[in-house]
């Protein structure tokens, strides 16, 4: 993780507060985006950490994911949906209840990661995930013909478990299974009318800017676009 620390964007105050992601409702600056890439790099541990084509992608994945968090949000926003404090407050408990006391604090803390950015990233994805539940998971149907087909394609593993894993296991396991799949087939081209219904915007300059060494100045002329 300390092999992650040269890597860091801007260091000019007014370019921290440029946008790097914007919709009609929303923006993501840049000092915003590198706090979400502080966060996100406790992952990699490796010796490829150093290795600037792995930051480098792992940046350009981050900036992705951002963008359609961003666009997610829009679409939350569009259905109404939004997320309880008490909501949020009931799933940090069930994460902490996992930890000893004080053990997941302490943990925050070794990785040099404040607890408000752990609980707004936390935020972000609870709210996607009521989303694409909204969206992608409920409307899935699960016929008897698709468990019986998963059932044979899958025949010989599951006849390994057969013993140990009662027949309504199975069959929810088999159930839950083909719902991840049809959510996971669904999603890219859900993700790629969203973008296409909203105006959301990336900042290209500045983000060849904040992967130079340094961020660069902040510049004037911003290259926009979709």
């Given at each position: 993780?300390?092999?992650?620390?040269?890597?860091?964007?801007?260091?000019?105050?007014?370019?921290?507060?440029?946008?790097?992601?914007?919709?009609?409702?929303?923006?993501?600056t840049i000092a915003q985006f590198e706090r979400a890439f502080e966060a996100a790099r406790i992952a990699y541990s490796d010796d490829r950490?150093?290795?600037?084509?792995?930051?480098?992608n792992a940046r350009l994945r981050l900036l992705n994911q951002m963008t359609e968090e961003v666009i997610i949000d829009r679409r939350?926003?569009?259905?109404?949906?939004?997320?309880?404090?008490?909501?949020?407050?009931?799933?940090i408990q069930a994460i902490k209840k996992d930890y000893p006391e004080d053990e997941f604090e302490q943990m925050l803390l070794e990785s040099a990661i404040p607890y408000s950015l752990w609980k707004d990233r936390l935020r972000v994805r609870l709210l996607m995930e009521k989303v694409?539940?909204?969206?992608?998971?409920?409307?899935?149907?699960i016929t008897a013909a698709d468990i019986e087909a998963y059932y044979k394609a899958h025949e010989e593993e599951f006849a390994v478990k057969g013993d140990s894993a009662p027949?309504?296991?199975?069959?929810?396991?088999?159930?839950?299974?083909?719902?991840?799949?049809?959510?996971?087939?669904?999603?890219?081209?859900?993700?790629?009318?969203?973008?296409?219904r909203y105006d959301v915007e990336i900042n290209w300059e500045l983000w060849e800017q904040s992967q130079r060494p340094g961020g660069g100045s902040a510049g004037q002329g911003k290259d926009w676009k979709r």
């Open positions: 993780m300390v092999a992650w620390a040269g890597c860091s964007g801007p260091d000019h105050p007014a370019q921290q507060d440029a946008v790097l992601i914007r919709t009609d409702r929303q923006t993501v950490s150093t290795d600037p084509q792995v930051i480098e939350a926003h569009e259905l109404g949906i939004v997320l309880d404090e008490s909501e949020l407050e009931a799933s694409v539940d909204r969206e992608l998971v409920q409307p899935v149907d027949e309504m296991d199975l069959k929810h396991h088999i159930v839950e299974q083909l719902r991840l799949e049809k959510v996971e087939a669904a999603y890219p081209q859900w993700m790629e009318g969203l973008r296409a």
